[in-house]
């Protein structure tokens, strides 16, 4: 009896030690899960990740909350990635600021060991809008205001170093203007001071399309390699001559060091995702396209990114001095 019964223990202990992988791939998840929106609630990027959240949450069986933690950039999704455990229970959006702003400041964080890049799910459409009543009807006015009258021309973005503030200093270093950049926490923020006046013009994702549809905000040009399917007559700023290109594929991420069994789960949950029609009607209504990269493709990306962004800042002369 006391031999079956140490080897009874034996056994179990040699299962406990060869199965923890499998046995944590089984459990997960157990219990509800974060996923970081480091913009502001109300704005397009929000409602693309609560239809994410909502969608993967049905193939996982449990609730992802969406916490929302606007400021630096977008920054504050990455910095609790690196102090959050790596069990899957804590995801983020890392936006394209952590390829870039690490290059311009001193961060929390190590872009290309700091993180787990699950899976790409879809990107932006940007775009830079005026008030309906301003008298710059067109990318050529801008330029020839800008030239006439240097940095009294104002616009906003999502903050600095995103992907609205750098596709702008792009576009107006190869124009050779000066213009004066308005940072904001997001999406809504930045639509709240066009549309109250304090800003002349915004760079943004496309929380401004249902103020162009109302007629409200006039739509100069997008960011894209092509122009948009909602604004065929709209053109880019590429196809006007400024080599300025910006779409900012994003999807989901987690912490450094996730057991590979969780990170298939939760690539497997959210690449579903982009079948649902849910989602995709997000997608649509603002204007972002599925853009999927699984998890070594996404964290290839993260890779070639990561220095194609340090040419870019070199060349803007946005570099950190240090």
């Given at each position: 009896?006391?031999?079956?019964?140490?080897r009874?223990?034996?056994?179990?202990?040699?299962?406990?030690?060869?199965?923890?992988?499998?046995?944590?791939?089984?459990?997960?998840?157990?219990?509800?899960?974060?996923?970081?929106?480091?913009?502001?609630?109300?704005?397009?990027?929000?409602?693309?990740?609560?239809?994410?959240?909502?969608?993967?949450?049905?193939?996982?069986?449990?609730?992802?909350i969406?916490?929302?933690?606007?400021?630096?950039g977008?920054?504050?999704?990455?910095?609790?990635?690196?102090?959050?455990?790596?069990?899957?229970?804590?995801?983020?959006?890392?936006?394209?600021?952590?390829?870039?702003?690490?290059?311009?400041?001193?961060?929390?964080?190590?872009?290309?060991?700091?993180?787990?890049?699950?899976?790409c799910?879809?990107?932006?459409?940007?775009?830079?809008?005026?008030?309906?009543?301003?008298?710059?009807?067109?990318?050529?006015?801008?330029?020839?205001?800008?030239?006439?009258?240097?940095?009294?021309?104002?616009?906003?973005?999502?903050?600095?170093?995103?992907?609205?503030?750098?596709?702008?200093?792009?576009?107006?270093?190869?124009?050779?203007?000066?213009?004066?950049?308005?940072?904001?926490?997001?999406?809504?923020?930045?639509?709240q001071?066009?549309?109250?006046?304090?800003?002349m013009?915004?760079?943004?994702?496309?929380?401004?399309?249902?103020?162009?549809?109302?007629g409200?905000?006039?739509?100069?040009a997008?960011?894209?390699?092509?122009?948009?399917?909602?604004?065929p007559?709209?053109?880019?700023?590429?196809?006007?001559?400024?080599?300025?290109?910006?779409?900012?594929?994003?999807?989901?991420?987690?912490?450094?060091?996730?057991?590979?069994?969780?990170?298939?789960?939760?690539?497997?949950?959210?690449?579903?995702?982009?079948?649902?029609?849910?989602?995709?009607?997000?997608?649509?209504?603002?204007?972002?396209?599925?853009?999927?990269?699984?998890?070594?493709?996404?964290?290839?990306?993260?890779?070639?990114?990561?220095?194609?962004?340090k040419?870019?800042?070199?060349?803007?002369?946005?570099?950190?001095?240090?």
């Open positions: 009896m006391h031999t079956t019964r140490r009874f223990i034996q056994q179990t202990a040699a299962c406990s030690i060869a199965l923890p992988a499998l046995a944590l791939a089984q459990a997960f998840p157990s219990r509800t899960i974060r996923y970081i929106c480091p913009w502001p609630a109300g704005g397009s990027t929000d409602a693309v990740i609560r239809a994410l959240a909502e969608s993967a949450a049905k193939t996982l069986g449990q609730q992802i969406v916490d929302n933690k606007p400021g630096a977008g920054m504050l999704g990455a910095n609790e990635l690196v102090n959050a455990a790596p069990d899957g229970y804590t995801l983020s959006q890392l936006p394209h600021g952590v390829f870039r702003i690490p290059h311009m400041q001193k961060v929390q964080f190590d872009t290309l060991k700091d993180f787990t890049w699950i899976a799910l879809t990107g932006y459409t940007f775009g830079l809008v005026v008030p309906a009543d301003s008298p710059i009807k067109s990318i050529k006015d801008l330029v020839d205001y800008a030239k006439a009258n240097p940095e009294k021309f104002t616009y906003g973005s999502t903050g600095t170093g995103t992907s609205p503030h750098l596709a702008v200093e792009e576009f107006a270093q190869r124009a050779g203007i000066k213009l004066t950049h308005v940072p904001f926490k997001g999406n809504a923020d930045n639509m001071a066009i549309l109250g006046g304090h800003t013009a915004a760079s943004d994702a496309t929380g401004w399309a249902p103020h162009v549809a109302a409200k905000l006039r739509l100069l997008t960011y894209g390699s092509k122009r948009t399917k909602r604004w007559d709209v053109p880019t700023l590429d196809e006007l001559g400024y080599k300025t290109v910006s779409d900012s594929p994003f999807g989901v991420c987690g912490p450094k060091g996730m057991e590979a069994g969780v990170v298939r789960t939760l690539h497997d949950a959210f690449k579903k995702t982009l079948e649902d029609p849910a989602v995709l009607a997000t997608f649509d209504k603002y204007d972002q396209s599925v853009i999927y990269m699984n998890t070594e493709d996404y964290t290839k990306f993260a890779r070639e990114t990561f220095a194609a962004e040419a870019t800042i070199e060349r803007l002369g946005m570099a950190a001095k240090g």
